[in-house]
């Protein structure tokens, strides 16, 4: 099973800009869909970013393209968020998640933006940013 721990949140100003870390440690593989999820309170958690670090396809949602970054590590055992240009309606928890995929599914579908069908998730990091 893959442990995840996530890192990197705190509190910026708006037009600020964060990098949060996802740490994989554990039983890991090589072809996994891994996505970051926030959580505004009071409102259900939704998937702004998803990676197949078999071979890099990213997607992400329209609330942050062109501003968020999703991407790796050569090793493959950390994924990252870059946060650019933030705005207080990014203020969440944000978290990571993972499950193996296949990569005859991903090709043909993208990683999966069910977060019930990722099975590695780790604990949240808080961000809040300020006008």
């Known amino acids: 099973q893959v442990q995840l721990v996530e890192s990197g949140g705190g509190s910026v100003e708006a037009g600020g800009s964060l990098r949060l870390s996802c740490v994989a440690s554990g039983h890991t593989y090589s072809d996994n869909c891994v996505a970051w999820f926030r959580q505004v309170q009071g409102k259900k958690r939704e998937v702004i970013a998803t990676?197949?670090?078999?071979?890099?396809?990213?997607y992400y949602d329209d609330s942050v393209k062109g501003r968020f970054t999703i991407s790796q590590d050569d090793a493959g055992n950390t994924v990252y968020l870059q946060m650019t240009n933030l705005k207080p309606e990014d203020t969440a928890i944000y978290y990571c998640?993972?499950?193996?995929?296949?990569?005859?599914?991903?090709?043909?579908?993208?990683?999966?933006?069910?977060?019930?069908?990722?099975?590695?998730w780790g604990q949240g990091t808080q961000v809040t940013v300020s006008s």
């Open positions: 998640a993972a499950v193996p995929s296949l990569s005859s599914l991903v090709a043909r579908q993208g990683c999966t933006r069910v977060e019930d069908e990722y099975n590695s």
């Open positions: 990676i197949y670090t078999f071979d890099g396809v990213t």
